[in-house]
Nanobody, 121 residues
Framework: QVQLVESGGGLVQAGGSLRLSCAAS????????MGWFRQSPGKEREFLAS????????SYADSVKGRFTISRDNAKNTVYLQMNSLKPEDTAVYYCAQDRTAWVGGPWDYWGQGTQVTVSS
C-alpha cells in the first residue's frame, strides 16, 4: 500500500520561503516520477512541478517557474518542493503525487493528504 505524507507547510509572510517534504512508502520510490500540486478554495487542483525517477528531468508551471524548485532524494524516499519569494496567491493546500511511470506527465496513481501553506501579505 503506497503512502505519501507531506510536511513542512505553515504560515509565512510574503517574500518568505518554505520547503515542503513528501515521504513515500509502499513501493520502490526510485522507480517513479513525482509531482507537486496545489488547490485553493473554489479552484481546481493545479499542477506545480514534477521530477523524473532519477531527478534529471523536471518541469514547472509558469506560475512558479523561477521561484519553486523540485528535488528528490531516492535514498530517503522523499521528494521536496523549495518555495521562495512566496506570494499571498500561493496560499493553498499542497499535495504530492506519484506517477504511474518512471517519468512524468501522469497519470498520477497516488496522492498525499496535503499540507496547508498560508502566505500573509
Amino acid at each position: 500500500q503506497v503512502q505519501l505524507v507531506e510536511s513542512g507547510g505553515g504560515l509565512v509572510q510574503a517574500g518568505g520561503s518554505l520547503r515542503l517534504s513528501c515521504a513515500a512508502s509502499g513501493r520502490t520510490f526510485s522507480n517513479y516520477g513525482m509531482g507537486w500540486f496545489r488547490q485553493s478554495p473554489g479552484k481546481e487542483r493545479e499542477f506545480l512541478a514534477s521530477v523524473s525517477w532519477n531527478g534529471r528531468n523536471s518541469s514547472y508551471a509558469d506560475s512558479v517557474k523561477g521561484r519553486f524548485t523540485i528535488s528528490r532524494d531516492n535514498a530517503k524516499n522523499t521528494v521536496y518542493l523549495q518555495m521562495n519569494s512566496l506570494k499571498p496567491e500561493d496560499t493553498a493546500v499542497y499535495y504530492c503525487a506519484q506517477d504511474r511511470t518512471a517519468w512524468v506527465g501522469g497519470p498520477w496513481d497516488y496522492w498525499g493528504q496535503g499540507t496547508q501553506v498560508t502566505v500573509s501579505s
